[in-house]
């Protein structure tokens, strides 16, 4: 009892850095029906920029851990935000008119061009950092196993739901989120009743790639090691969870996040690890079966 509760602690965990990179392609898709599949190597960035600043701010005498990681933070959100925004604005801005498999194309090659340019300006081996939040608390203590639930483990899950409450409510309650919603539904008729779309559009690319960055960094302080590889894999669990929990619902990110993380943990911890993704796509295939719309997605209405 006592491993499958630390096994349910850490599948939560990585399930909400999941969860995180999710809701970028959750936010993309249900505005503009596009899967922005840079979307995981915008996050890789992001962790390699988290690095690099906290390395930064550390030789620069930032030395109260909590400051360094609030500005890291702070930082890697504003940088990584204006990267998502030049994106949006070069790679796929002037195909959104064109036929749609234009826009996958593009993300695809905007993908590699960030693996590769990460790769060659920092290198291809593995990026480590020493534990930064350390600390925890034993829940559980037995002679056999005890149970533990670190600092930063809770750190990770906290910020998750913090940033899903608050933009779970952007979206329902604000202005922005009232044109967001239009431009969802139908983006000429929102352009008519005076809502800028290149705006909105813009600013939701701005928003995913500020979520990428959190997640990024939330991944550099729980593993200790980054690569220029990451964002695929990573990337590509996150849009499993999207579509697992269904794409253009938040809470369905998180969901489906958690539900990936879960099965991998479990899947490694009593089984073997080699077969975990295949566990975790078997699992999506089969809700696809049942819900083809995901867990809690909406089915799509197309006009005629």
Request: hydrophobic content about 55%.
């Amino acid at each position: 009892m006592e491993y499958f509760i630390q096994q349910l602690i850490n599948g939560l965990t990585l399930g909400s850095i999941y969860g995180l990179i999710a809701i970028g392609y959750t936010m993309v898709y249900g505005i503009i029906g596009m899967i922005n599949f840079a979307h995981g190597d915008i996050f890789m960035v992001g962790a390699f920029l988290s690095l690099i600043l906290f390395l930064a701010l550390v030789s620069m005498g930032v030395s109260f851990i909590p400051i360094a990681l609030l500005l890291v933070l702070i930082l890697s959100m504003l940088l990584i935000s204006v990267w998502g925004w030049t994106l949006e604005r070069i790679a796929y801005r002037p195909l959104r008119a064109s036929f749609r498999l234009a826009p996958l194309i593009t993300a695809i090659g905007a993908s590699i061009s960030l693996q590769n340019f990460v790769q060659i300006s920092q290198d291809a081996r593995v990026k480590p950092l020493q534990p930064v939040v350390t600390g925890g608390y034993t829940i559980i203590e037995s002679d056999v196993y005890s149970v533990t639930l670190s600092n930063i483990q809770i750190l990770i899950v906290a910020t998750t739901m913090l940033l899903m409450g608050g933009f779970t409510y952007l979206i329902a309650n604000t202005s922005l989120g009232r044109q967001q919603r239009a431009c969802e539904q139908d983006r000429k008729m929102a352009s008519l009743l005076g809502v800028n779309v290149d705006r909105v559009i813009s600013l939701t690319f701005i928003m995913g790639a500020a979520l990428a960055a959190v997640a990024g960094l939330m991944y550099l302080l729980y593993y200790g090691v980054i690569d220029f590889f990451i964002g695929f894999v990573a990337g590509i669990k996150a849009f499993t969870a999207a579509v697992l929990g269904g794409i253009g619902s938040l809470p369905g990110a998180i969901l489906g996040g958690l539900i990936i993380g879960l099965i991998e943990v479990f899947w490694a911890g009593y089984f073997t690890t080699e077969y975990k993704d295949v566990a975790a796509f078997s699992i999506l295939a089969i809700v696809m079966i049942f819900f083809p719309s995901g867990l809690l997605g909406k089915p799509e209405v197309e006009k005629v």
